[in-house]
């Protein structure tokens, strides 16, 4: 089994050690994955386990919104075709896209992952309160779900047990920590007070797939009525059933919150905010949840068309 380690939580006030991560292998796949968080669950560690499960939950989704044409990346490249070319291919390359990505949907066995990975969302919304407030779940029965659901991993297909993720940026190199997200949150709190109104928090894969269960922890104990959460890869299509989900959301004037590390550009933000706005979501009612390297005025401009909450990461 390989090892991994992830930084230690204290029972008392959730702090835990970010300087220290001690891995054998940076690279980690299902099986990896599935092994180390039996292993948390039976040492009652409940921070690992979530990073763990969060973990084989990226790998889920990301199978579930395969790019097989790399349609972001073509589509830099065709700009720099001569114009008539360009379109034609550009063109040709969308509606290829297009019905792969129909058949991928009616696909069988993309209903059947997507049914686990709503379950398993639920699993990680049961682990989340060990690695946000120290609170110590029921681990014996926590190991049991896991297991149950873990089995069903080995009828995967073999192309997704294979694919292998790094640990994510938020927690390991950026010194960013679950107190962090607690005070963001409170910040949240003081501009948007209208707590019967529904909230979505969008995580941007990677990074926002660890925030943002962890975010939604946190409204919820500040008092919001109904939360909930999904992530999104930026130049991925969504599910179709996401898609009217978010639709709904947005007409029923829920606030989406997005979650992801300190932007630099802050480029796949826009992005994420702009797959937000076609759901029906408005630029007011998508608010930026973020910690900064810099004070307030180090936001890129592109993102100021936003409301936002910040807290910075310590020097």
């Known amino acids: 089994m390989t090892a991994i380690t992830f930084p230690e939580i204290q029972t008392v006030n959730v702090r835990f050690e970010v300087g220290r991560l001690l891995q054998r292998d940076l690279l980690n796949d299902l099986s990896s994955l599935s092994s180390a968080l039996e292993d948390a669950l039976q040492n009652g560690d409940g921070l690992n386990a979530y990073l763990l499960a969060v973990g084989i939950n990226q790998i889920v989704e990301d199978g579930l919104h395969p790019d097989?044409?790399?349609?972001?990346?073509?589509?830099?490249?065709?700009?720099?075709?001569?114009?008539?070319?360009?379109?034609?291919?550009?063109?040709?390359?969308?509606?290829?896209g297009r019905v792969m990505w129909?058949?991928?949907?009616?696909?069988?066995?993309t209903r059947s992952l997507r049914r686990w990975q709503?379950?398993?969302e639920e699993f990680i919304e049961?682990?989340?309160?060990?690695?946000?407030?120290?609170?110590?779940?029921?681990?014996?029965?926590?190991?049991?779900d896991a297991n149950e659901l873990l089995k069903k991993t080995q009828r995967f297909p073999e192309?997704?047990?294979?694919?292998?993720?790094?640990?994510?940026?938020?927690?390991?190199s950026f010194d960013q920590h679950p107190d962090d997200l607690s005070l963001l949150v409170d910040r949240f709190a003081r501009?948007?007070?209208?707590?019967?109104?529904?909230?979505?928090?969008?995580?941007?894969?990677?990074?926002?797939?660890?925030?943002?269960?962890?975010?939604?922890?946190?409204?919820?104990?500040?008092?919001?009525?109904?939360?909930?959460?999904?992530?999104?890869?930026?130049g991925r299509r969504l599910l179709s059933s996401e898609?009217?989900?978010?639709?709904?959301?947005?007409?029923?004037?829920?606030?989406?919150?997005?979650?992801?590390?300190?932007?630099t550009s802050g480029s796949s933000l826009v992005k994420a905010a702009q797959?937000?706005?076609?759901?029906?979501?408005?630029?007011?009612?998508?608010?930026?949840?973020?910690?900064?390297?810099?004070?307030?005025?180090?936001?890129?401009?592109?993102?100021k068309k936003y409301p936002a909450s910040f807290a910075h990461v310590p020097g």
């Open 68 to 96: 097989p044409l790399h349609l972001d990346t073509a589509n830099k490249y065709l700009r720099r075709l001569p114009t008539l070319l360009g379109i034609t291919l550009f063109a040709s390359i969308q509606v290829a």
């Open 102 to 109: 129909f058949l991928h949907e009616k696909n069988p066995q």
């Open 118 to 120: 709503t379950r398993w």
């Open 126 to 144: 049961e682990l989340s309160p060990a690695a946000a407030g120290g609170i110590s779940p029921d681990f014996k029965h926590l190991y049991e």
């Open 159 to 172: 192309s997704l047990r294979r694919q292998k993720i790094r640990l994510p940026s938020c927690f390991r």
């Open 191 to 234: 501009q948007w007070n209208d707590k019967n109104k529904p909230v979505v928090v969008v995580g941007v894969r990677t990074s926002g797939s660890y925030l943002a269960p962890l975010i939604a922890f946190f409204l919820r104990q500040a008092g919001f009525c109904e939360v909930q959460t999904m992530t999104l890869r930026t």
């Open 243 to 263: 898609k009217r989900w978010l639709r709904r959301a947005a007409r029923e004037g829920a606030v989406a919150v997005l979650s992801d590390d300190p932007p």
């Open 275 to 303: 797959m937000l706005a076609k759901t029906g979501f408005r630029n007011p009612d998508i608010v930026l949840l973020l910690q900064l390297f810099g004070d307030d005025q180090s936001l890129p401009m592109i993102l």
